[in-house]
């Protein structure tokens, strides 16, 4: 029912309370002329009953109009008690509701029966729910990124790599590193590439070899000697370097290593080194260049996660996707994942609203509170206003049952 039709009901009540007390009033009119016309035994059976209804319905429609409003308009002390006394009744309704509704008691029946996985699961399975929970995500992470101040972000990322810049120890990094590679091994794949390489180069150019050779040898020396010779060395060089390249404990990879192993320890140690990598430090990491680092990053990122998140068929959003449709599976068939999921939603909503239980309390007695006098009284008249006029009907008949019990009592025994 809406705020008309109970309006109409109750104005229907008031009337037949009203004109219940009308009737006994007129009754009692009209048997107090009886008895002075036409005097008999029943009338005053009848007007004793007639006048103590009369006083019930009036002591009633006091009483209950004395909740919600001032009797007549006259400001009679303890009337009108709910425009009077809202902030002590938002107050009391809030602690009633906080101490007999949720209280740990009365919540844990009800947490105890949430088994929200699997319906959560079958939302998730349905394409347009998925649809629809990536387009919001996505829309809040967009007004998140399009509010963001561009100049605070940069200034941010600025003093982060600042921060970050001026306890970065480049020598002693690179040393770890050399160090982290030669434990792996890893420069064995460097040493073997190389080894091919300068065969390979070696074997490319023989000719640049005997021209060498001729270029330093003498002019007395004939040309296939010089030729000769340059063979000797472009074969004996290339036959070299693939030993180095196949043999991976040739003595030449041993050396290499151990030269490595001293030039890590001292980049690591060395003053020298240390002040050179500061001053790379230095000339790449200043203030200048950081800014301009940071607004180069930002200006990526940003671009990059509106762009993704704008188009329809983005990587980032095939993911999402794809990782909804895993979550879904995962709340409809495993039973495990459901029973944690639904053992950390009740522990966090059962803690949750323990935690918080005095502030609906304060919500309730703040929102009635803040409510103004006649509005309350309104809202209340409208729920339970219809009920109580019955309370006027049943103090009308039952004080002319008393005030007839009365007059029959005085009237034999007195």
């Known amino acids: 029912m809406n705020d008309i039709d109970k309006r109409k009901q109750l104005r229907k009540y008031k009337t037949f309370a009203t004109g219940l007390f009308i009737l006994m009033a007129c009754i009692f009119i009209f048997t107090e002329y009886l008895q002075k016309t036409h005097a008999s035994h029943w009338t005053g059976y009848v007007g004793a009953f007639s006048e103590a209804a009369m006083v019930g319905a009036l002591a009633d429609w006091f009483a209950v109009t004395a909740l919600f409003h001032y009797p007549l308009g006259i400001k009679i002390p303890h009337t009108n008690l709910i425009q009077n006394s809202k902030e002590k009744i938002g107050d009391n309704l809030g602690n009633f509701v906080v101490e007999n509704f949720l209280s740990p008691k009365n919540i844990r029946p009800y947490i105890l029966q949430l088994k929200v996985s ?29 509010k963001l101040d561009d100049r605070q972000v940069v200034r941010f990322i600025s003093m982060k790599a600042e921060e970050m810049s001026e ?63 340059a063979d000797k060395i472009t074969n004996g060089l290339s036959m070299y370097f693939d030993e180095v390249q196949h043999n991976l404990e040739h003595p030449l990879r041993r050396e290499i290593t151990q030269k490595l192993i001293v030039f890590a320890e001292e980049i690591k140690t060395q003053p020298r080194w240390k002040a050179e990598f500061e ?82 309390g304060e919500l309730i007695s703040s929102t009635v509170g803040n409510w103004e006098g006649k509005e309350l009284s309104r809202k209340l008249e409208l729920e339970v206003g219809k009920d109580l006029q019955f309370i006027r009907v049943n103090g009308t008949l039952v004080g002319g049952l008393v005030g007839l019990m009365i007059y029959t009592i005085a009237h034999f025994f007195i």
């Open 279 to 360: 001053g790379v430090r230095k000339s790449f990491l200043h203030e200048d260049k950081i800014n301009m680092y940071a607004k180069d990053i930002w200006n990526s990122v940003r671009t990059t996660i509106l762009s993704e998140l704008t188009k329809e068929d983005s990587a980032v959003k095939k993911y999402l996707k794809k990782n909804l449709d895993e979550l879904s599976y995962s709340l409809q068939n495993d039973e495990k994942f459901q029973q944690k999921t639904d053992h950390w939603i009740r522990v966090t909503a059962y803690r949750y609203i323990l935690k918080n239980t005095h502030r609906f």
């Open 167 to 229: 306890n970065l120890n480049l020598n002693n990094i690179i040393g770890n590193s050399i160090d982290y590679i030669l434990e792996k091994d890893e420069h064995q794949k460097l040493i073997t590439g190389l080894a091919g390489q300068v065969k390979n180069y070696i074997l490319g150019n023989q000719n640049m070899v005997r021209e060498r050779v001729k270029r330093e040898s003498y002019a007395l020396i004939p040309k296939f000697i010089d030729d000769a010779v």
């Open 118 to 146: 699997k319906i959560a699961g079958q939302w998730l399975a349905t394409e347009k729910n998925q649809k629809v929970l990536i387009r919001e995500l996505s829309a809040v992470v967009i007004g998140i990124i399009i």
